[in-house]
């Protein structure tokens, strides 16, 4: 019973290369979030979807495109992946609003070479 | 722009220590605040946050955290501390309604038996 699951755990790929992460939640939040964690552990906020709709899109390059079929699934596309996406990724969700609790899932190691 | 510092970035205490953590935000306005926890090989999870009310917050596994507004501090304290306490803590600022969470770069805190 995984409240909030990501596909794959590890991902290692070439540069160049085009790679999706999955990530699905059963919590019935209607808000979904993709983070990014450096190497340095620093974790910085990339996108927000609230009921299949856009509302958080930080400076990130167009190469990153998020999807959201439903409410439960936020699923991040990845095109012409460089060495610099190399990083953990981690999906969260909630309630909209910034005083409810995100729950994350266990993230996504991407190792680009 | 939102920012959040976290002064402490390795930590090492033997067990029974006492613990504070520091973190600093800059943000005008009304925030929320937390505290999240990354145990070894886990997702992050809740430890504690703060929405209005007491400044004094408990949370989990005996920490708590003191939110002093003319400070714009919100610090991370456990009066003794255990070997399972060893993880990454991650201090994050939260304001509007749009969800966003603005993390610290987080504080590895090691514990030794």
């Known amino acids: 019973d995984t409240a909030v699951s990501q596909t794959p755990k590890y991902l290692v790929t070439q540069m160049g290369n085009d790679k999706s992460i999955k990530c699905e939640q059963n919590?019935?939040?209607?808000?979904m979030y993709w983070y990014k964690q450096d190497s340095k552990k620093f974790l910085k906020i990339m996108f927000s979807?609230?009921?299949?709709?856009?509302?958080i899109n930080e400076t990130v390059p167009n190469r990153f495109s998020p999807k959201s079929p439903d409410k439960a699934h936020l699923n991040l596309h990845i095109n012409s992946l460089e060495l610099g996406d190399s990083a953990v990724y981690f999906c969260?969700?909630?309630?909209?609003?910034?005083?409810?609790?995100?729950?994350f899932g266990p993230g996504t190691r991407l190792l680009v070479l | 722009a939102q920012s959040v510092s976290q002064h402490n970035h390795h930590v090492i205490l033997s067990e029974a220590a006492s613990l504070e953590l520091g973190c600093n935000y800059s943000?005008?306005?009304?925030?929320?605040l937390f505290w999240y926890v990354q145990y070894p090989g886990q997702h992050l999870q809740l430890l504690l946050k703060?929405?209005?009310?007491?400044?004094l917050v408990k949370g989990i596994k005996g920490f708590e955290a003191e939110f002093i507004k003319s400070k714009f501090s919100f610090n991370l304290r456990k009066p003794s501390v255990q070997w399972s306490d060893t993880a990454e803590y991650f201090c994050?600022?939260?304001?509007?309604?749009?969800?966003?969470?603005?993390f610290g770069q987080g504080t590895t805190l090691q514990v030794k038996p």
């Open positions: 969260a969700s909630s309630h909209r609003t910034s005083l409810e609790t995100q729950y």
């Open positions: 919590l019935g939040h209607d808000t």
């Open positions: 979807y609230n009921n299949k709709e856009l509302i």
């Open positions: 943000y005008g306005g009304t925030v929320n």
């Open positions: 703060y929405f209005s009310g007491d400044p």
């Open positions: 994050a600022v939260g304001s509007g309604n749009t969800g966003k969470l603005i």
